[in-house]
């Protein structure tokens, strides 16, 4: 037991050795996975871009990076990492992330006074290096946000009588989510009329609110109601401001007593006048609203009770009628005093004089029987009914037999009072024209009754008019005109249509609609009348709009009246010249006559006016070319030689009228066809005077020399025939040439020595003539040329050439000297100069159609070349040299 004690303890020894061992050997202790964790502190300001800079871990730590193996810095929290900020794993830099710090966000519970921190765990690694640093990062605030009002429009009610300094809150103060002075700093009112001024005041916790204060009287019925605007203004550089719209309603207090239209009042009365008779009515008006406008008509304690029961007084509508039978012998004369009541108010006083007249077999009665509807002596009727539509019969009655009474109506209006048919003593009230209630709203009249002894009975009636909806509304214009550029931005005002409606009420109110033909660009507020257009305008797609626009009342049935609108979109310069084709070729026979028309270049602009005006000028080659400014012809100012320049190539430029111009070019190809005015040119022999040496022993069939010639012209143009068409020396039928390739054979032997010359035509096929050229061919027939200055005396000499007896193209293919034979040349030449002609023309359209793709290709790949009217040479030689890159 001892010994197996004694070796566990052995062996727990050398294991604490090797780690003393290991901890003395080693960078690092044991133990530096126990090291205490350090904390790091950064400053940022919230919004910053992707990728700014926030700190160096790694540097502000002190760590030696040439340590190997190197430190690897990581983030454990990977959702705030990927959030809000980036970690480079070896160097240890943190920069802002994609996703943009907003202090309000990440922090939007931390009280001002604590700020907003962005905590973080750092691990450096590998092992051997591992320590926790604690990064915070402190987010500073800016001024990122306006102040904003709970709600856009904030009622505030004021009495009219408030005193002047009266102070009101405006409880709906403005929020501003960011911190200290770019917090909300002051308020003020965008308009405040003369009588308002605004102070802020702050409270135990910092929080502003605006008051309303009263700086002038008030008066509601002056102005019932104030509307401006209240704006809201942080402590930003610049500052932010936050605006809503404060409604100050100016509420009614009873400032305004009642007072009587008339304080005066004389009525004269029968003393025979029925009961319920009106007498008069008194009027009263109280400026004020709801119950402080409430009027309450009573008598006054000076008029007798007896009086009173006598003149009944309504006392809401201050009508006095007859409530008993007047007794002529007690009073002719009474005085009644009316009081108009207001709440909390003096009464306003009215004097009421009734004087009785005294009659012996008492005045006539008048008994009203309405046919209308009828309250309290106010009769209403329609504004539609017809001329003569009854109102109310009226009856006379209290009349002696033998006594005549005289009955008519009193009072304005197209009334009339008749005696009705053989009724006697009966009266029919009717109208005499139809009423319009927009003219006159209610009539008063009075029917009165007089019979032979003086004695008068009147009966007061009021007539009210209905409206009815018998009014449409009204365009102040029927047709509207608007004018309107072309590209406007979308929504753009275009007018404000306004109709009228003498209706009242619900009648008069219009509605807007637009006709059915109306394109659906185009829109009409239902309430304003405010027509805009939904979109841009292009004049080239289409110039004008044509449509109706309804004005549509609320009446039953409803009414509708209809405006015509015409908007035309005016011109701007939008639009390039543009050419009909991308390029253009021209074929022109060469030594075509100067100033001719080579071709036309067809050009269009779709804008309208100056902006469609089209210039053409030529860009290069002027000297040689003209174009019409206009028409566009293309010209030569001289005569063209294909031998010279065959094809022109010129970049002709179209420029509008529209200021900017805008322009376009063209590339036009010249081609000039070929015509025959040139003749052959003898390349071979070199002269007249040159030769060559001929053995005499020269065997018939060999091929001596040849006459060789080119033609500048192309095609059957250029095509060469060769012939003898005289000779010195020689028998007839001794040579013989090759039309085609111009090869001179022997054809004979040569009997004598010495010098024999033939004279070679040279001709082309041209049409409608050929050309020809000729050359003297010499041969100096001698085994040697001995003595040179006598060949030359001899070619100098003048001597008279033989003309062959047949021409080039008789006995070309013959075997022997004596044996002609005509050779079908001709028709096969002009076959052949067909077929050369139609291969011409097929080579140059192939030609001209690679060229055209191979161009549309390019152009494909740039937009149009827009070149100014004018600039100098070298500008348009660098802009040709730009688009022959292209």
């Not at 002047?164 to 409880?171: F, L, M, S, T």
């Not at 008051?211 to 008066?219: C, N, P, Q, R, S």
């Not at 003096?346 to 009785?356: D, G, M, N, R, Y």
């Not at 081609?671 to 071979?684: A, E, G, Q, R, S």
């Amino acid at each position: 037991m001892f010994n197996s004690r004694h070796l566990s303890l052995s062996k727990r020894g050398k294991i604490w050795g090797l780690c003393i061992l290991f901890l003395y050997t080693t960078p690092l202790s044991c133990f530096a996975n126990f090291s205490q964790a350090k904390e790091l502190i950064y400053k940022i300001k919230e919004g910053l871009p992707r990728g700014t800079f926030i700190g160096a871990i790694g540097v502000d730590l002190n760590l030696d990076f040439t340590a190997e193996p190197p430190f690897i810095f990581n983030l454990p929290q990977k959702k705030v990492s990927e959030q809000y900020v980036n970690l480079n794993n070896t160097t240890g830099e943190l920069y802002t992330s994609a996703t943009e710090i907003d202090r309000e966000t990440l922090c939007p519970d931390s009280p001002e006074g604590q700020g907003c921190v962005l905590s973080l765990d750092v691990f450096v690694l590998p092992q051997q290096y591992f320590q926790l640093i604690k990064v915070k990062i402190l987010i500073e605030d800016v001024n990122d946000n306006r102040p904003k009002f709970p709600m856009d429009e904030i009622c505030l009610s004021v009495p009219e009588n408030a005193p002047i300094n009266a102070r009101y809150a405006v409880e709906q103060s403005a929020v501003d989510p960011d911190l200290s002075h770019h917090g909300v700093q002051t308020y003020w009112l965008v308009n405040d009329f003369g009588v308002f001024t605004l102070d802020v005041e702050e409270n135990e916790g910092g929080e502003l609110t605006p008051f309303l204060i009263v700086t002038e009287a008030l008066d509601r019925e002056t102005q019932a109601e104030y509307l401006t605007d209240i704006i809201a203004e942080d402590g930003g550089i610049p500052p932010l401001l936050g605006a809503a719209t404060l409604k100050i309603v100016i509420t009614d207090v009873n400032d305004n007593c009642p007072q009587f239209t008339e304080s005066q009042i004389n009525v004269t009365v029968h003393g025979n006048t029925t009961k319920g008779a009106h007498l008069a009515r008194l009027y009263a008006f109280d400026p004020d609203l709801g119950a402080n406008a409430q009027i309450s008509y009573a008598y006054s304690e000076r008029v007798p009770r007896d009086t009173r029961s006598l003149f009944h007084l309504d006392r809401i509508t201050g009508m006095i009628k007859l409530a008993g039978k007047i007794d002529t012998g007690t009073a002719t004369f009474y005085k009644l005093t009316v009081l108009a009541n207001g709440p909390g108010c003096i009464p306003a006083v009215a004097t009421v004089s009734v004087h009785i007249i005294k009659v012996v077999t008492g005045p006539p009665a008048v008994i009203p029987r309405y046919i209308t509807p009828e309250k309290d002596g106010v009769v209403t009727i329609k504004e539609s009914e017809p001329a003569f539509s009854p109102i109310a019969f009226f009856t006379v009655k209290n009349i002696d037999i033998n006594q005549r009474v005289d009955c008519h109506l009193e009072g304005p209006g197209p009334f009339r009072l008749l005696p009705y048919q053989l009724f006697k003593n009966e009266y029919l009230l009717e109208t005499t024209e139809p009423l319009d209630f927009e003219s006159t709203q209610e009539y008063e009249l009075i029917v009165v009754a007089k019979n032979s002894r003086g004695l008068v009975i009147k009966t007061f009636l009021k007539v009210q008019v209905l409206d009815e909806n018998d009014n449409a509304p009204v365009f102040q214009q029927s047709l509207v005109e608007i004018s309107v550029e072309e590209n406007n931005l979308p929504n753009t005002f275009l007018a404000q249509l306004q109709a009228s409606d003498q209706d009242s009420e619900s009648r008069g109110e219009v509605v807007y609609l637009l006709g059915g033909d109306t394109p659906g660009i185009f829109i009409v507020d239902r309430v304003t009348g405010v027509l805009t257009v939904a979109t841009s305008l292009d004049r080239e797609e289409k110039e004008t709009y044509r449509f109706i626009v309804r004005a549509v009342d609320q009446g039953t049935p409803r009414r509708e009246s209809i405006a015509t609108v015409v908007v035309t979109v005016q011109d701007r310069n939008d639009n390039s010249p543009r050419f009909i084709n991308k390029d253009f070729t021209f074929f022109v026979p060469e030594n075509f006559p100067g100033y001719g028309e080579i071709g036309v270049l067809s050009v269009t602009d779709a804008d309208a006016g100056e902006n469609g005006w089209v210039a053409l000028s030529i860009l290069n080659g002027s000297d040689i070319f003209m174009i019409d400014t206009g028409r566009g012809a293309l010209r030569a100012k001289t005569s063209l030689d294909r031998e010279q320049q065959g094809t022109y190539q010129l970049w002709i430029e179209a420029a509008d009228g529209g200021e900017p111009a805008l322009s376009s070019v063209t590339m036009v190809t010249v081609l000039l066809l070929d015509v025959n005015d040139n003749p052959p040119i003898v390349l071979f022999p070199q002269s007249n005077q040159s030769y060559m040496l001929v053995l005499p022993n020269t065997v018939p069939g060999t091929s001596i020399t040849e006459v060789y010639a080119v033609d500048k012209d192309t095609g059957m143009n250029a095509v060469i025939a060769y012939s003898i068409i005289k000779r010195k020396g020689g028998e007839q039928g001794s040579f013989a040439i090759d039309p085609e390739t111009g090869n001179i054979t022997l054809k004979r032997e040569l009997s004598n020595r010495g010098l024999y010359s033939l004279l070679v035509k040279v001709s082309d096929h041209g049409q409608p003539e050929p050309l020809y050229s000729t050359v003297m061919v010499n041969f100096f027939v001698n085994e040697t040329v001995s003595n040179e200055s006598y060949i030359q005396s001899l070619l100098t000499r003048e001597a008279v050439i033989e003309v062959e007896e047949k021409p080039w193209y008789i006995g070309q293919l013959t075997d022997g000297p004596e044996r002609y034979e005509l050779f079908p040349c001709r028709p096969v030449l002009i076959a052949l100069s067909a077929t050369c002609l139609g291969l011409f023309f097929l080579v140059v359209t192939l030609t001209s159609y690679i060229c055209c793709k191979r161009f549309k290709k390019n152009r494909k790949k740039r937009s149009e070349v827009e070149i100014p009217l004018k600039m100098k040479n070298d500008v348009v030689n660098r802009k040709l040299r730009q688009i022959s890159n292209i």
